[in-house]
């Protein structure tokens, strides 16, 4: 393929394989847990991050096993409620918030702006042990007697009611709320000055804009989630009246304030899936991506109106009507640069040459669940329709639509796009398209019995539901569909694991996909580049006519490769 | 790096008398603030003096603020960039105040049947003085403290 | 049995509801539109450009300005569309007309706890007349509420410290759920009830009677009213529960105690099994239940036992279904709430049988409840 | 294009100009990272604080009357000298910028110095006003003042009738020892971190000497902690009596 990078020297050689990466330049646990390399951190956080996923579903099975029965199965309902709470919090503070940018991001930032490291590297590694110790103090809370309150912390339960241990876990999470502060500085200055020569803003992939808006959000959003749950623990600790309305306090607005967080977090957690699927969606179809100034503005569109709309949260809190209409409006807004984005994702195929590998399935299964997750929030968003569903099921399928099918589709997306770059090792690619197939199977058959259990008016966070007993068969439905998305969520461990073991050694660009993270070998080494990269193309400078000749021949290839070989099913490495 | 770090190396170097201008200024605001604070001033049109003392200490601060960050951060001589981001903090706490919009319009709603709206006046919520009628009993009644 | 109970919608019994359910289905409708849409425009494109096949890919289009104004335009369009239907509902939702009847409520840890304009007060459970618009004022004693009436499409938040306010105008009647939606600590499942639209006359002869149904009961009912009234539904429900055995069904039939004996459940045994429950524990249980010996009177303990001999069965009407086991923390002294619940009871009788779920009375199915004589 | 360093080493200080760190190109770029890594940091610092001041602004809005008695308790003098002493210190503050910017070593530390005795004062001044508070019973919590009149003297009473609710009054000194504390963790933080710097020039490190930025970065912090107590000043201080 072309190459986007001309060094101003003569082309180096290719490197042989022994060539030191950053993952065997040194073996020490010191060289891993003291690194300033983004790599290695984002390894860290890959690890780490995948532990708090585990023990967030630990907590889901349990309460989808819960509530296949009316009155519940094994739990009592303080424990229910506990097990409910731990699922979101974890989810949320530890993984969603955190897992695309710190991973991915971490990783790929400073690889596909053509820098050595991000601008901060010992603050990196300060941010991944601020996650750390955000997330023991969590995990210590849930283990320490748990926490009741659900991840929303809503006065004056959280604050005055709950004796559960809602402060140690406010204080993990506000502990994790900096690394994440930490991380969107550091994106922001890297993209901001790091840039290689020749990278123009339009010429940055636009997963680096997706990143660049979700920083803005950690970094203006996150401190007053921060600041607000901390008067929450001042207000444990002290007895204040800050949110007590026995004291003149106002309890909504704690909601107020923390949907003013919240609902740019759940952009935080959305924009990077986005940030993944132009990547994926632009790759595997070898051609740049459709109205990419479009696709890329409207990022910053969604982060600057995600501002606005925390609102929507609380039309019936108790929140003044005239104010609730207009927060209805501008969420009907902000839904138009998320279809944007869908439109342009479709068109980027047509006349494309589309690569049905693993990653680009799962970016076609989060294009149409996305979608299904976008389409809901509109019930939502209207104010009228919202009164019935709030707070229902309605809405957890919603959001799981969103953050689920959305995020995690992205999330494993990614992985499997990423993992020859971070490990250097290719996975089997046939079970992980049937893998994507499985979540895509399991997570519908999970979640869409919510929507209509939700719609028949199931509230959310009930233990039980034996006066309502018609939502049973709906719950069970959905309980099924867990244990196959759970399976889903399994295999990949297995497989990308073995991988490492077993698996071929990758090439710089084993997915014949353009960007400057493909110019490096596979893994890359320390300092990303052996010499700073000059960018002379444009993004995404694929060329439809060019590339489908290129498969032909790479099938006619494949084809005599297997005649050769007596029909072995391996085939050749596609390579340039 | 010539095209991204367009910055000079060698920055700008502002002048003692600059810094200590700005310094003398600070203070002559920091004492005007308290002197107009000790006086009730008088309504100006439909505002109040307690409004108009109000606004004239924030435009003071405002203006107090506004000298340090230009001169002594330095951001008047500070890149496009930098001035980006020191306005989108405080562009952000605008939107954070948006929230006043709720607490501001709250008592627009209708309310009838429960609270007479006496002429002209949009009812306001007290929940103080109020109790919910019916019989009383001890255990359910709501208590409001004061 | 509710395994295979698929309901697709849940009832529609108000003015709200009629209005709601318009843009709802509008809003499902343009939503499966567009899902198809991009869901069929994915799996097109995927297989008509899959990589190798013979396709035009000449002259590929990167940009095109006319076309993403397209699709920024319509989108804004038909959300500006449903916003305005959004908004429409949302101020009649908010908008109580003026001449309501009110209703108190409040919200406690957890609890619903209503009072009538002329004094009439009832726990978990709200008669409404049919057909004049309603406005429950409400607060909470504690933490948030959400007052939830899914049938009705309303619900509000129930705040400390504020009055916030809910009204619709009842067009079923029937029973419908009432959830608390804001989540509320350990029971905040089981704070809930139900809102019995009555016919008007009803619900003014019930109000008239403070809040006592006027029909005659019979014993089996009285004994309902009792069963529900104490609270023997909070452990002796329709299944057998950790707790206690279901007397479902009780009548005649051979029980076996934890010592190894066993009895014919005749009057006699299921007398004695209140008075003296530990006389006689049944295998697998503890001794958890209370002795109500010389609590109740012998006058209810035979509408007990009349009950009892008749639970579970299609000719009885049992204790309001499963909607009330509450305990509730601090009793209420007035007896009319405890009366009002028999009430429901009778009332269950005349309605409707297709309004509404919850009044699915005789053995709601509870699935894959404990296992039996399971003992903790 | 400038020279493109093109050390693989990782450590600090290989490179042709040793405040350079491996990242970065060159100083200039790494200047300008720092400055606006530092307002980025700020930033949030804005929205941290902000809704704090935002909580203050509703509930002032909402209780004028109480909390104009509420604040009678404190002390304006006290509050200017304060002003003014924080005001000083951002001078000395930028001055010892300037005599890094013209790599005066001397007059470096001694600015530095004087930014932290003036940031001392603040605090002993803080811990004095403090005091009288917490002598009248005015902390926050279950042990709060009741008496509303052995707590703001005449000031509470208007027509024989007590003029303020206490629970309001509460609030307001909660919100003062929220916002004060806050803010004084931040100076803490401060001194903290000028004394590192201070250190560092006194030992002559490459990591400050070469180059201002770093203590220029100290600088926009210490900056930023004067600004957040510019707005505090007239907000908790400075109340006109409502009408």
Partial sequence: MSSTVISPGELKPKPPAEEPNYLNVNHTISSWLLTGDHKRIALLYLVSTSFFFFLGSIAAGLIRYELTSPAGVVLESDTYNKVFTSHGVIMVFTFLVVAIPAIFGNFLVPLMIGARDLAFPRLNLASWYMYMTGGTLILAGMVFGGVDTGWTFYTPYSSMYSNTQVSMVIIGIFIAGFSTITTGINFVVTIHKMRAPGMTWFRLPLFIWAMYATSLMMILATPVVAITLMLVVYERTFKLPIFSPELGGDPVLFQHLFWFYSHPAVYIMILPAFAVVSELIANFSRKRIFGYHFVAFSSLAIAGLGFLVWGHHMFVSSQSMYESIVFSLISFLVAVPSAIKIFNWMATMYKGNVHLQSPMIYAIAFLMIFTVGGLTGLFLGAAGTDVHLTATYFVVAHFHYVMVGGTMLAFLGALHYWWPKMTGRMFSDGIARVNAVIVFVGFNLTFFPQFIVGWLGMPRRYHYYYFAPEFQAYHIMSTLGASVLGLGFILPAFYLTQSLFTGKKASANPWGAHGLEWETSSPPPTSNFLETPIVMDEVYDFDPVSEHARDLRNLQEAEEWKKAHDGMDNLPEEDN | ?146 | MSFFNFPLAPPSASNIAQQYDFVFYALVALSVFFTLVVCAGAIFFAVRYKAGTKADRSRPMYENLPLEMTWTIIPLILGLIMFYFGTALFVKIKTPPKDCEEIYVIGKQWMWHMQHANGVRENNTLHVPLGRPIKLTMISQDVLHAFYIPAFRVQMGVVPGRYTQLWFTATQTGEYHIFCNMYCGTQHSEMGGKVVVMDPKDYAAWLANGGQSTTPMSMEQTGAKIYAKMHCDNCHGAEDTLHAPSLYGIYRKRRVFADGTSLIADDEYLRDSIVKPYDHITAGYGQTMPVYQSQVSEEDLLNLVAYIKVIGSPSANPPTSNVNRHSAPTAVSSTNEATSLAANAVQANTADPDATPTRRVGAPAVGAIAAEGRNR | MSAITNSPDHGHGHGHDSALHHQFEDIGQQNESYIVGMWVFLSTEVMFFGALFFIYTLYRWNYQQDFYIAHEHLNVIMGAVNTTVLLFSSFTMVMAVQSAQLKKRGHVIGYLLMTIACACVFLIIKYFEYSSKLADHLYPGAGFATDAQAAFGEHAIEAGKVAVNMNHAQLFYSLYFGMTGLHAVHIIAGILVIGALIRLWFNNAKSVTLDFVPTEMVGLYWHFVDLVWIFLFPLFYLMPKPH
């Fill in chain 2, 1 to 146: 790096m010539s095209s991204k770090t367009s910055t000079p190396h060698e920055h700008h170097i502002v002048s003692t008398g600059t810094y200590f201008v700005t310094l003398i200024a600070l203070v002559v605001l920091m004492i005007a603030t308290v002197a107009i604070a000790q006086v009730n001033l008088n309504a100006i049109g439909p505002f109040s003096g307690t409004v108009v003392n109000q606004v004239i200490a924030l435009v003071i601060a405002v203006a107090k603020a506004m000298l340090v960050i230009t001169v002594f951060m330095g951001v008047k001589w500070s890149t496009t960039l930098t001035k980006l981001w020191v306005a989108s903090g405080f562009v952000t706490l605008i939107l954070l105040f948006g929230i006043l919009g709720d607490y501001v319009t709250r008592h627009y709603e209708h309310q009838s049947g429960w609270e007479k709206i006496e002429d002209g006046s949009l009812p306001r919520f007290t929940p103080d003085e109020r109790t919910v009628p019916g019989p009383k009993s001890n255990d359910l009644n709501v208590k409001i403290r004061q």
